[in-house]
């Protein structure tokens, strides 16, 4: 019998990532995600799938830590993967003293070989510290990492009979931390290739630059990579392309041109002349749309200024659909056999599809159509002519699966591609569970198009439930025909909830996304406001049960409502911004850029805008009984944000309550431990429900124990 969901089915949650096609594109390594015994972190397990659906998929590793990033090797016969397995081999094989064989947190993931035709994995590196990506070599006889380790040694064990090693950090540059990860500045990645036979290592680049995402050209004799090394790298949001030679020769710079850029996720050409790489110059500030991009491979020391593929397609290719299941994923090119086209992902209307573009006429073909979200595509071409591409599938009402699709040459079908599901990794555990799917909303505002969703709870004695409208962050992100656990918890407790994409989100041209510059409060307030309207107008929602809610710019702009709106009952406030100041000058992105980019002038230039545009200097206006979450390890929105508007808020009595939440990063609500992940749905649900459910007017009653 059918049940509305609750917060702690995301126990049972299994997500599907790193989709890698075999080389001949007959199967699909996958690894599937989920929550510990513990439920205090994750496994991750490697499964295999065929390609053409022909029989069920079967785990591959036995996933009792974390297996994650399958690579085949060019001839299909290994699998390649990092681990942190060496942690449990290690205490096992010290006995009593698991201490023993301690392996430090940093050096845990590590590259391991599966031999496709049977047998065990063996360990081929032990670096001092993680590997976070690897790719093989055309040959299959080596393989390029990309790891912050600066040699190939590993630190000896500590003498616990001297005292630990100085950890004062001593900073003298901007950048030196990142969301979810901490502190980056002491061991930036860099490029090692390390030999499949023997595990001999080799480093191949060097200095300050974080290098990343390497792809090596098809001969074999040399590697692209994105980088960011040049002159105070840490002032500047700037990215390129560069290619260095397989022995650590010859670096230079790929992606040319004058002025601020970003391009990254290089992607040779199959007869290796070009690389393609997904980019932008900051035309448009922050909210520049990237595109697909060509650079010579062969270009001078000054690069390549490079040729725009996608411009006039007017779609954003480095958009990130919003959801609470899985987090974002960058959408890799992929070249077809012939280096005619390049295949790649970007929405439209909410949808995330897959696309290709004819280089040589940059004639823009749709791959796929439907209300879906497709993420992590691979592509591979089979003898036919035929493009065979697995990826990651959602909707608003289906979980995460993999999903594979067949383009066949020549023109792309009219309607779209079928797709091939080929998992089904929640059939058992939510078979019961009856989730909500939305109706597609749109409205105007100030001549724009406004799309948007509303997930309906049921009537009760015929009149219109509550309204929870939820706020997406970035700005420059978006919501889709994604899934939003939160969301089907909130209907479940009996409120609607509305969801739109007002200026500044991603996915409808440039103008679009660009058309909050200096903006972040009162256009953006105006157009989700108009589309609340139109609800109520419609007779769908309790125009007078009224909650807000959103997280990071979501949550600045819920702070911003209620500071310029009485029509709230209750609101939620997650990992906001609340004070511009602090917040352009603290955290991984805190520096001269995103001020500048997003409002024009810094802080220290123009002090006044950055009062004006800050929630907190309207909180004396904050009547609605508000909700303020904030992780206290975030690194994005440091947790000061949360802090400083909750000091107002109580100081003058305000219907305030403060949710720190321990040793969670930015990313709590996708990638967070899980008990603490429905905890936090619990309590949002909780909050809301309180106020627009219960009609309560005090605060409910503080949980202890």
């Known amino acids: 019998m059918a049940r509305p969901p609750r917060p702690e089915d995301l126990f049972d949650l299994r997500v599907p990532t790193d989709v890698a096609l075999s080389p001949d594109g007959a199967q699909v390594a996958f690894t599937v995600k989920s929550a510990n015994p513990g439920r205090d972190g994750y496994r991750h397990q490697i499964w295999l799938v065929p390609a053409d659906g022909s029989a069920a998929p079967r785990p591959i590793t036995l996933g009792a830590n974390n297996d994650t990033g399958p690579r085949w090797s060019p001839d299909g016969r290994t699998l390649a993967f990092m681990s942190d397995r060496e942690q449990v081999l290690a205490k096992g094989e010290a006995g009593d003293d698991p201490a023993r064989r301690e392996i430090p947190r940093e050096a845990r993931s590590q590259v391991w070989l599966l031999p496709m035709g049977g047998g065990e994995a063996r360990q081929l590196t032990r670096l001092p510290q993680n590997v976070k990506d690897i790719c093989w070599s055309p040959d299959g006889s080596r393989l390029c990492l990309v790891t912050g380790a600066t040699t190939a040694e590993r630190k000896p064990e500590r003498d616990p009979r001297r005292p630990p090693e100085p950890d004062t950090k001593l900073i003298d540059r901007l950048q030196y931390m990142l969301n979810a990860e901490g502190y980056i500045f002491e061991y930036p990645p860099k490029l090692w290739v390390v030999d499949v036979a023997d595990g001999s290592l ?5 200095g300050d630059g974080r290098d990343e995402q390497p792809a090596w050209s098809p001969d074999g004799r040399r590697i692209a990579f994105k980088s960011n090394r040049h002159p105070d790298a840490d002032l500047t949001w700037r990215s390129d392309v560069y290619v260095v030679d397989a022995d650590g020769r010859n670096l ?196 724009r198009r406004i799309q948007g969703w509303l997930y309906e709870a049921p009537r009760r004695a015929g009149r219109p439930a509550p309204l929870v409208v939820e706020i997406h962050g970035g700005p420059a992100t978006l919501y889709g025909w994604s899934p939003v656990w939160e969301w ?65 710019y979501g949550g600045y702009l819920t702070s911003w409502i209620v500071g310029h709106s009485d029509r709230f009952k209750a609101a939620v406030s997650c990992r906001s911004v609340n004070d511009m100041t602090s917040q352009m000058l603290s955290g991984d992105i805190g520096g001269p850029q995103f001020g500048r980019l997003e409002y024009g002038a810094n802080p220290w230039d123009d002090p006044e805008l950055y009062r004006l545009h800050s929630p907190l200097t309207y909180a004396e206006r904050i009547n609605t009984p508000l909700l303020i979450q904030h992780s206290e390890k975030d690194l994005r929105t440091p947790i000061t944000q949360g802090e400083e508007l909750f000091t107002v808020l109580r100081s003058l009595r305000k219907p305030v309550r403060f949710m720190r939440v321990p040793e969670e990063s930015h990313e709590l609500t996708r990638s967070g431990t899980p008990f603490r992940r429905v905890d936090n749905i619990e309590q949002i649900g909780a909050w809301l429900g309180h106020f627009l459910v219960d009609g309560k007017r005090g605060l409910p009653r503080i949980r202890r124990g």
């Open 202 to 206: 080799r480093r191949l680049t060097s």
């Open 488 to 552: 089907q918890c909130l209907v479940a407790a009996g409120m609607s909830v509305y969801a739109c994409n007002p200026r500044g989100s991603q996915g409808y041209g440039q103008e679009f996304m660009s058309a909050n510059y200096r903006d972040w409060g009162d256009g953006p307030m105006a157009d989700i406001m108009a589309g609340v309207d139109k609800l109520i107008a419609d007779g769908l929602v309790d125009g007078d049960r009224l909650g807000v809610t959103g997280g990071s």
């Open 252 to 447: 230079r710079r790929v992606s040319g041109g004058r002025g601020q850029r970003a391009f990254e996720l290089p992607a040779w050409s199959p007869d290796g002349r070009w690389i393609a790489a997904v980019g932008h110059r900051f035309t448009a500030k922050v909210s520049t749309q990237s595109d697909a991009w060509r650079f010579r491979a062969d270009a001078g020391e000054a690069g390549d200024a490079g040729e725009n593929l996608t411009v006039d397609a007017g779609l954003e290719l480095s958009a990130s659909v919003n959801s609470d299941l899985f987090g974002f994923a960058p959408s890799r090119l992929a070249w077809t056999n012939d280096g005619k086209r390049i295949v790649f992902s970007a929405p439209v209307e909410g949808s995330q599809e897959l696309w290709r573009v004819a280089v040589d006429t940059r004639q823009v073909e749709r791959l796929t159509r439907d209300r879906h979200y497709l993420s992590r595509p691979d592509g591979r071409q089979l003898a036919d002519g035929t493009l065979r591409i697995a990826a990651v599938r959602a909707a608003t009402s289906e979980p995460p699966d993999v999903v594979a699709f067949d383009v066949p040459a020549g023109e792309a079908p009219s309607r779209g591609v079928k797709e091939r599901r080929l998992s089904s990794l929640m059939g058992d555990a939510w078979s019961e569970i009856e989730l909500v799917a939305p109706q597609e909303r749109w409205h105007e505002n100030d001549g």
